[in-house]
């Protein structure tokens, strides 16, 4: 069974300070992570992917097999980047569901 | 415009009641989903679809079901067999089944049950 953990609900930062939010999984075979955001108002989108390896708005986020973490970083916090951020997972290859994790709610504060 | 429409926004329920949340898309993607969202439970798989006349059960398929008979439609029946179905429902598409491929994510409907 896979299972993505996200074990903050609420992570409040100031402007400017850097900012982390954890996501731990479990899953037996190759997994590819995701990160989906929702801001105020907003529906929910796809942040950034792993194997893209890309740089959104700021964030980056690496997979570490050996850790089994996702973590999703950015090193100056934008009052902007208030929102809901989820976790998820899914295994590589067509027909494989996404497992979304609990969840944190990111506030940063002026 | 493009994109994924649900309707209604706000839905209402008395016990007992069945009702059907909808969920429109011209992307022309081919693959459908329903998630309920709670509070700290993140988003949880309800029912998928991969093609027209085709859906599955996700994790939490008991006391839903569903219909795919066109492929930009997939409604969704909260039934009185639902025993908390008070919650918010999204609803996705993606060009392909799979977490591989992007997920578009409707408004959302928000139930409530009385």
């Known amino acids: 069974a896979q299972r993505v953990t996200q074990p903050e609900k609420l992570l409040s930062v100031f402007k400017g300070a850097p ?9 037996s075979g190759s997994p590819e992570l995701f990160w ?9 989108q796809l942040l950034l992917r792993h194997i893209s390896r890309e740089s959104i708005k700021g964030f980056t986020a690496d997979l570490n097999k050996g850790e089994t973490s996702f973590h999703l970083k950015k090193p100056f ?8 951020y989820y976790c998820a997972l899914s295994g ?17 504060k002026p | 415009d493009g994109g994924i429409t649900q309707s209604p926004k706000y839905l209402f329920r008395k016990e007992g ?16 989903y329903w998630y309920r969202q709670d509070p700290g439970q993140g988003l949880r798989l309800i029912y998928y679809s991969q093609i027209v006349n085709d859906f599955q059960k996700g ?3 008991e006391g839903y079901s569903v219909s795919r008979e066109k492929k930009e439609s997939f409604p969704l029946t909260v039934t009185s067999a639902q025993k908390n179905p008070t919650a918010f429902y999204l ?9 591989g491929s992007e997920q578009f994510f409707g408004p959302g409907t928000r139930l409530t049950v009385l």
């Open chain 2, 17 to 32: 009641q069945n009702v059907t949340l909808s969920c429109e898309q011209n992307l022309n993607h081919d693959a459908m």
């Open chain 2, 91 to 99: 609803c996705a598409s993606s060009t392909y089944l799979g977490g």
């Open chain 1, 92 to 108: 590589s290859g067509a027909g494989n569901m996404l497992t979304f994790g609990g969840g944190t709610r990111l506030m940063v």
């Open chain 2, 59 to 61: 994790d939490i398929a």
């Open chain 1, 77 to 84: 916090a934008q009052e902007e980047d208030s929102a809901m």
């Open chain 1, 36 to 44: 989906y955001v929702q801001y105020s108002r907003q529906r929910l």
């Open chain 1, 19 to 27: 900012v982390e939010l954890k996501c731990n999984y479990s899953y």
